[in-house]
């Protein structure tokens, strides 16, 4: 699953982040996020957009490993706490918490090797 997850990534506009797969099982991906030049604000800090895209496609990921590589759905809506700055690479944790008929709910949390950066919750649209 984790091979076909980042041939599907590698596919995708999300590729110019550089995340890699590092892990996929039932419910849960792990992406590792490297802090490359264009994802530095001033002050050499990773954006935030980079830990809110970074918890998007963990997330959206993470349903696939539930519903298939195909699976269409969609985010509807994210929500994330900053909690601290992060200057260097770092690892996007994601699982599924609730998997329903129409809504899928995931949460995902970005962290560096010395504390959390982000947590997120986010929440998708199946389509068929």
């Given at each position: ?18 995340f890699?797969v ?5 419910a ?16 050499e ?10 918890a ?12 298939g590589?195909?699976?269409?759905s ?13 200057a ?12 329903g ?10 962290s ?17």
């Amino acid at each position: 699953m984790q091979r076909d997850l980042q041939e599907l990534l590698e596919t995708t506009n999300f590729a110019t982040f550089g995340f890699r797969v590092v892990h996929a099982d039932e419910a849960r991906v792990r992406l590792h996020v490297p802090a490359q030049v264009s994802h530095l604000r001033p002050g050499e800090i990773v954006a935030g957009y980079v830990l809110v895209a970074a918890a998007d496609v963990a997330v959206w990921l993470a349903i696939k490993t539930l519903l298939g590589v195909e699976d269409r759905s969609v985010t509807i809506d994210l929500h994330t706490s900053f909690l601290a700055a992060g200057a260097s690479d770092f690892h996007c944790d994601a699982r599924i918490v609730h998997c329903g008929r129409r809504i899928v709910t995931g949460v995902a949390t970005a962290s560096d090797d010395a504390r959390d950066l982000a947590v997120h919750r986010v929440s998708y649209a199946r389509r068929e």
